[in-house]
Nanobody, 126 residues
């Protein structure tokens, strides 16, 4: 069992930055594909970014490319999402998720992820 806890959310002005963290307990993340998703009020949860088990490959939704950066520190059992140039429409609850996988596997489908955190609220004021 993997427990994921997100932190780092908060209120930021449009154009500002936040760094989210996702800390795991229970076991190392080094064999897990890690993803970040978000759910805005009244909308479905959507894929934001993912990073392969080794950290060698990263994947982004088109809407965040060039502004968000996903990274991981397997030694610290933590995954990060650096978010720059935030927009008001990116106000949402942000979730991290983990999927046990080989280093060559990648998915944007939330149904394929095995473990989820409780989410952290990000509010971007315009």
């Amino acid at each position: 069992q993997v427990q994921l806890v997100e932190s780092g959310g908060g209120l930021v002005q449009a154009g500002g930055s936040l760094r989210l963290s996702c800390a795991a307990s229970g076991r190392t993340l080094s064999r897990y594909l890690m993803g970040w998703f978000r759910q805005a009020p009244g909308k479905e949860r959507e894929f934001v970014a993912a990073i392969s088990a080794s950290g060698g490959s990263t994947y982004y939704a088109d809407s965040v490319k060039g502004r968000f950066t996903i990274s991981r520190d397997n030694g610290k059992y933590t995954v990060y999402l650096q978010m720059n140039s935030l927009k008001s429409e990116e106000t949402a609850v942000y979730y991290c998720a983990a999927k046990y996988s080989s280093d060559y596997y990648y998915t944007e489908s939330e149904s394929e992820y095995d473990y989820w955190g409780q989410g952290t609220q990000v509010t971007v004021s315009s």
